[in-house]
């Protein structure tokens, strides 16, 4: 791997394409869309699910939260979408990463969260440490009801700031996530540490 201060890639400015679990939808359920005949979610149909779905309080209500990590839920996403309820303890969060080639979008149910992201494509393959230039950093606050959806590529980190309040979100990605890249950051170096497959985190 390369240091920060070695000759490494340079993201620019480029503007982007824009985990105790129980599942609650049947295999059949997560088939793609596009194998039963069926139109793909849209970007906005993903956003206006897991806003509906927020507002569902016996839901919500139904997650288990453990204050010593996060909690999860599978859920029936639209259109073979891959959907998920999530519990998040105070001062947790995901870690910087990426969906691949799906797009998605995610909703606060209760509490808030804190989303970091990156206003850059990054290489698909072939880096494993890469120089951020200036100015590619978003970050947005998602209090209850308030939501964003992204596209494919999409790189961020999601954070429960709180002290002492539980966070929950749903989240839908269409296609069902094929992989998940996971990166550290240090200043303006990002860094690859690892890939998950499906099977990791299902």
């Known amino acids: 791997m390369s240091s920060a201060h070695s000759a490494v890639p340079t993201a620019g400015s480029v503007p982007s394409p824009s985990s105790a679990s129980s599942i609650v939808s049947s295999s059949a359920s997560a088939a793609s869309a596009a194998s039963s005949g069926g139109a793909a979610p849209t970007i906005a149909e993903l956003l206006e699910f897991v806003r509906r779905t927020a507002r569902n309080e016996e839901l919500i209500a139904s997650l288990p939260l453990d204050p010593e990590g996060r909690t999860w839920i599978r859920l029936d996403g639209p259109g073979g979408s891959e959907a998920w309820l999530i519990g998040w303890p105070p001062g947790t969060g995901t870690g910087w990463h990426d969906h691949a080639d799906s797009i998605g979008a995610f909703t606060t ?20 440490t890469l120089e ?71």
């Open 109 to 128: 149910a209760a509490g808030a969260l804190k989303e970091h992201s990156l206003a850059v494509r990054l290489p698909t393959d072939g880096w494993k």
């Open 132 to 202: 951020l230039t200036d100015g590619v950093d978003r970050s947005r606050e998602l209090a209850t009801g308030q939501g964003r959806a992204f596209g494919q590529n999409h790189v961020h980190e999601v954070l429960n700031e709180s002290e002492d309040v539980h966070a929950v979100s749903v989240h839908a990605y269409y296609p069902p996530l094929p992989r998940i890249r996971r990166f550290s950051r240090t200043g303006a170096v990002l860094r690859l540490e690892q890939t998950e497959s499906p099977e990791d985190w299902q």
